[in-house]
């Protein structure tokens, strides 16, 4: 069994940066993570993806250049730098965990999920 739990995010200016995590417990080697979030009244959508075994990583067009994800093995924890912020980025960000090296875009081919950490960023 795993548990993901994120931290890291709050209020924030236009323009500001926040730097979100994610630990993780139990096992997490060979494994994918993921973040996704969702605003109010969208659907979820990915954000950024990495290989705990092989550090690939996977954006999705409308963060990159922006966000940066990046893991911490020894620690279990998966990290996502955010900078430029947008006020459209204001969302519950999650991360999520899947049980291969293989990072996907879709919430569904996850296997754990994080409860979410709030963004928000004003204008």
């Known amino acids: 069994q795993v548990q993901l739990v994120e931290s890291g995010g709050g209020l924030v200016q236009a323009g500001g940066s926040l730097n979100l995590s994610c630990v993780a417990s139990g096992r997490t080697f060979y494994s994918a993570m993921g973040w996704f979030r969702q605003a109010p009244g969208k659907e979820r959508e990915f954000v950024a993806g990495i290989s705990l075994s092989g550090g690939n990583t996977y954006y999705t067009y409308f963060v990159k250049g922006r966000f940066s994800i990046s893991s911490d093995n020894a620690k279990n924890t998966v990290y996502l730098r955010m900078n430029s912020l947008k006020p459209e980025d204001t969302a519950v960000y999650h991360c999520?965990?899947?049980?291969?090296?293989?990072?996907?875009?879709?919430?569904?081919?996850?296997?754990?999920w994080g409860q979410g950490t709030q963004v928000t960023v004003s204008s």
């Open positions: 999520a965990l899947k049980l291969d090296r293989n990072i996907r875009d879709t919430w569904d081919d996850y296997d754990y």
